[in-house]
Nanobody, 122 residues
Framework: QVQLVESGGGLVQAGGSLRLSCAAS????????LGWFRRAPGKEREFVARITWSGDTTYYAEYVKGRFTISRDNAKNTIYLQMNSLQPEDTAVYYC???????????????WGQGTQVTVSS
């Protein structure tokens, strides 16, 4: 079973940047991709971005495309989400999880971690 721990959130002013990390440990599954999700107050959790285990393919939700960049460091078993030009509407708890390749669907049976809070002030 893969364990994922998110970190790197914080408070930032509009237009600022943050880099989130998702550290993986335990058994890894190269057949799956890794995705970032977020849940804003009072809203459903939504997909943000995903990356294959090899790191050669990425995909972004329209509302973050051009501002966020997902990447991975295989040596550290960590994926990152570089977030630039942050806006108040990006305020949310951000989570990472395993997803089926080519989709935003979380692998069946996976639970969610604590996430990391991102707050963008105007």
């Amino acid at each position: 079973q893969v364990q994922l721990v998110e970190s790197g959130g914080g408070l930032v002013q509009a237009g600022g940047s943050l880099r989130l990390s998702c550290a993986a440990s335990g058994r890894t599954f190269s057949t799956y991709s890794l995705g970032w999700f977020r849940r804003a107050p009072g809203k459903e959790r939504e997909f943000v971005a995903r990356i294959t285990w090899s790191g050669d393919t990425t995909y972004y939700a329209e509302y973050v495309k051009g501002r966020f960049t997902i990447s991975r460091d295989n040596a550290k078993n960590t994926i990152y989400l570089q977030m630039n030009s942050l806006q108040p509407e990006d305020t949310a708890v951000y989570y990472c999880n395993l997803v089926f390749p080519g989709t935003s669907a979380v692998v069946i049976g996976r639970s969610w971690g604590q996430g990391t809070q991102v707050t963008v002030s105007s």
